[in-house]
């Protein structure tokens, strides 16, 4: 034997030796210990996942989540109790292994159906819930899914009770055929009466929600959430590709997607979501209908009881005895119409984002008008009011040139005017009272306005604010431009800073039509009688709030403190006249000029 030879082989014998030793040394992985996150390729650890909500602490990503283990996540411990457990489809075409593939999913996850219904509370507040399961047939929509939902929303009607759905689904199950279809149309009808019935539905989209859940019950929430980056839409994405045979662009299709184009209320991240929950439900558990119910008859039994008292009257409205003063108490007189036009426009007039947070409290903004898009010229949601709920919805404009641009300079597309009128209609829904604060130049003049039909969008505004079932209080804060500020003005009543206008249209575009020559627009201010004062001797509006010196976001706490008691004054006015009284008297408002 040669020696090279020999020294070869005890080499190898030497590395091999060294490798065994080193393994047996090495502490060995308890198995389920580390998992794989399927976005980033990062081994992590199984526990650090569950106790960080099935979040990849790595890249952030989200894992799919358990039914059970969802409602443990947003149902207060020990008060889930679940309905229809053993409710079980059949094979209405007779598709062949599809019964067995079924009990195959039993046996493995546990579930009988791939949804889980039931009761439970959020924040000590009682809710019905229904949770799709990815697991069982990646949360496909058959009969008995259909079934369990429907029941659900049914016995959530007769209990007057909010729903929430967490959606993740492949869509219909093939497997049924017409049968699953179906399920679409049931699933929607049960909301449809849930819904006329006055009662609140919050639809929580995950990964995945596509196909027949996207196009039934998962897109029908009075509002909708979405976990952030999940998969939403109606065909899937290798179905466009293959159909289109192009690459589609990144985050299409995504949470954030359906947020810019006007789907989807807002994302929650995970940790956060039975706190936002809570939020929803508690600010929907009481109506201002039903407090000045409670004060009424409270009232009339003081009354009774102390025949000789007098009782405060809701309905009581000093305006109309000092209608005519062309000069309200505490406005400037000395400033031409042309002055208050340009202070108006300062930019470090405060926006309406800041009466938001000056007046309101506990604020959640919604986006998007549901058909098309998220006007950022438009903000609004629901918040409250001295402990009260209400929808507050305000023009944008910012205060810089970046915050300019981002608001198109508060001057509202169709789908903002859109927005607009989905949240009036949600809040007469829930019975909370609007108020809209008006600072536009007025709707935007462009190419695409007029092809998504700005029109249109005005015209609805007007039409269905005329018929709306709660009250509308509407305050110009800054600029009022023609229909574009009219379309949130058509309410109960208007009212306007000291130095606000409100008009046809700019002064310059009133010169320009009128006399050819827009440098006149001083003159036209003028001749406009677009100042508060103007508008106030006229009976345009009712109300004229002064101002500092100079309004600004650090001096706007004055105009807040006389807008707080007025708007309460308002409140109990306008929220105590039955839905015949308000319509009444907001038609006389109008058929008056």
């Known amino acids: 034997m040669k020696l090279d030879n020999m020294f070869k082989k005890t080499r190898i014998i030497s590395r091999i030796q060294s490798h065994n030793t080193v393994r047996a040394s090495r502490p060995e992985v308890p198995e389920g210990l580390l998992r794989k996150c399927n976005k980033c390729g990062a081994a992590i650890i199984t526990e650090d996942v569950k106790k960080g909500y099935y979040i990849c602490p790595k890249c952030g990503g989200y894992f799919r989540v358990h039914a059970y283990r969802r409602i443990q996540m947003v149902i207060d411990e020990g008060t889930f109790e679940e309905w229809d457990h053993e409710l079980v489809g059949g094979n209405p075409v007779d598709y062949k292994g599809y019964p067995e593939k079924v009990q195959a999913l039993q046996e493995k996850t546990g579930l009988k159906e791939a949804v889980v219904t039931g009761k439970g509370k959020i924040n000590g507040r009682d809710t019905v819930i229904a949770v799709c399961d990815g697991r069982f047939l990646m949360a496909s929509m058959g009969w008995a899914v259909g079934e369990k939902i429907t029941r659900a929303v049914e016995r959530a009607t007769e209990e007057k009770l909010p729903v929430i759905i967490f959606a993740c689904s492949g869509g219909a199950r093939m497997q049924e055929g017409i049968t699953s279809l179906m399920q679409m149309a049931k699933t929607s009808a049960a909301l449809e009466r849930h819904s006329k019935a006055g009662l609140l539905y919050v639809s929580v989209l995950t990964e995945p929600t596509t196909g027949g859940v996207t196009a039934s019950f998962a897109m029908l929430g009075d509002i909708i959430l979405a976990e952030p980056g999940a998969l939403i839409g109606f065909a899937g994405p290798r179905v466009i590709e293959q159909t289109l045979r192009q690459k589609l662009p990144k985050g299409f299709q995504r949470a954030e997607f359906l947020v810019e184009h006007g789907f989807v209320d807002d994302i929650v991240r995970r940790e956060n979501l039975k706190e936002t929950l809570g939020k929803i439900l508690e600010i929907h558990a009481v109506s201002w209908k039903t407090e000045n119910r409670i004060r009424t008859d409270a009232a009339e039994l003081h009354h009774a009881d102390h025949p000789g008292s007098d009782s405060e009257n809701l309905t009581n409205d000093k305006r109309d005895s000092d209608r005519g003063d062309s000069n309200p108490a505490g406005i400037n007189p000395y400033l031409t119409a042309w002055d208050r036009v340009q202070i108006s426009r300062k930019t470090d007039r405060p926006s309406g984002s800041d009466y938001i947070e000056a007046l309101f409290t506990d604020f959640m903004e919604f986006h998007g008008d549901r058909n098309y898009g998220d006007d950022k010229a438009i903000i609004g949601g629901i918040a409250k009011f001295h402990g009260k709920p209400v929808t507050v919805i305000v ?39 609007v108020i809209c604060f008006v600072d536009t130049p007025g709707a935007f003049c462009g190419i695409e306005a007029e092809e998504r039909g700005q029109g249109e969008a005005i015209a609805r505004n007007l039409w269905e604010l005329a018929g709306l079932k709660t009250p509308v209080l509407s305050i110009v804060t800054g600029e009022g431009g023609s229909g574009g500020a009219l379309a949130l003005a058509a309410g109960d009543q208007v009212w306007m800073l000291e130095n606000s206008i409100y008009s046809i249209l700019s002064p310059e575009g009133f010169a320009s039509i009128l006399w050819k020559d827009s440098t006149k627009a001083k003159e036209a201010a003028a001749v406009m009688k677009l100042t508060a004062s103007d508008l106030y001797e006229k009976g345009i509006i009712e109300q004229v709030i002064p101002e500092p010196e100079n309004l600004t976001p650090e001096s706007m706490w004055q105009v807040a403190e006389r807008l707080n008691d007025k708007i309460c004054t308002f409140l109990q006015k306008y929220t105590s006249l039955s839905e015949e009284e308000l319509l009444e008297t907001r038609y006389a408002r109008f058929r008056k000029f």
């Not at 910012?398 to 903002?416: D, L, Q, R, V």
């Open 395 to 433: 023009q944008e404009k910012g205060t810089n040139t970046k915050e300019n641009i981002a608001h198109n300079f508060g001057m509202p597309m169709p789908e903002g005017y859109r927005k607009a009128l989905r949240l009036m209609k949600q809040a007469e829904k829930f019975q909370r009272p």
